[in-house]
């Protein structure tokens, strides 16, 4: 059964960082990219990130760029997302995402408030 | 990339069919057989209902189908079920990442 764990978010404040872990277990974890999706409260999803299967391969929304990081350990069979320079804009719902959208986590609430 | 548009709202009576739309360009949905749809209840995680246009996952349902003309995408269920009140999303590639629409929320009456 495929699962996907997110873990690491929580309230931070503006300018502060973040990072948020998914855990995968379930299916070959080396062998698919994955992606961050999120949402902010009462709203659509937003396409956040996505890394290549070996992570060779890095894409960031016009939203994010330059202030996340994403990245992945296949050894651990985790993927990463390094947030800096939050914003409160930044509060969702943060998405763990499997290579073909398959397969979703169940999220971690990121808050950005003072 | 601009969002994918889709109507915010759409309902249908049990048994009844009802369509959602998913209008983009032709540098998403127009140019691209990556259409995918996703149903999501009050507090869940999104679910995959529809990749590549119109292909099921295991598991979904063939009440629910999806077709493409031109820019345009959608979303079709037929034979409504109480159960498939909740929110839908389309999403395309877009050449660089993917794209979301920002959601129908569906009602059954």
């Known amino acids: 059964e495929v699962q996907l764990v997110e873990s690491g978010g929580g309230l931070v404040q503006p300018g502060g960082s973040l990072r948020l872990s998914c855990s995968a277990s379930?299916?070959?974890?080396?062998?698919?990219?994955m992606h961050w999706v999120r949402q902010a409260p009462g709203k659509g999803l937003e396409y956040v990130s996505a890394?290549?299967?070996?992570?060779?391969?890095?894409y960031y929304a016009d939203s994010v760029k330059g202030r996340f990081t994403i990245s992945r350990d296949n050894s651990k069979n985790t993927l990463y997302l390094q947030m800096s320079s939050l914003r409160a804009e930044d509060t969702a719902v943060y998405y763990c995402?499997?290579?073909?959208?398959?397969?979703w986590g169940q999220g971690t609430l990121v808050t950005v408030s003072s | 990339q601009s969002a994918l548009t889709q109507p915010p709202s759409a309902s249908g009576s049990p048994g009844q069919s009802v369509t959602i739309s998913c209008t983009g360009t032709s540098s998403d949905v127009g140019g691209y057989n990556y259409v995918s749809w996703y149903q999501q209840h009050p507090g869940k995680a999104p679910k995959l209902m529809i990749y590549?246009?119109?292909k099921r996952p295991s598991g979904v349902p063939d009440r629910f189908s999806g077709s493409k003309s031109g820019n345009t995408a959608s979303l079709t269920v037929s034979g409504l079920q109480a159960e498939d009140e909740a929110d839908y999303y389309c999403?395309?590639?877009?050449?660089?990442?993917?794209?979301f629409g920002g959601g129908t929320k569906l009602t059954v009456l």
């Open positions: 379930g299916f070959t974890f080396s062998s698919y990219a």
């Open positions: 590549e246009v119109s």
């Open positions: 995402v499997k290579g073909d959208l398959d397969y």
């Open positions: 890394i290549s299967s070996n992570g060779g391969s890095t």
């Open positions: 999403s395309s590639y877009a050449g660089l990442g993917l794209v």
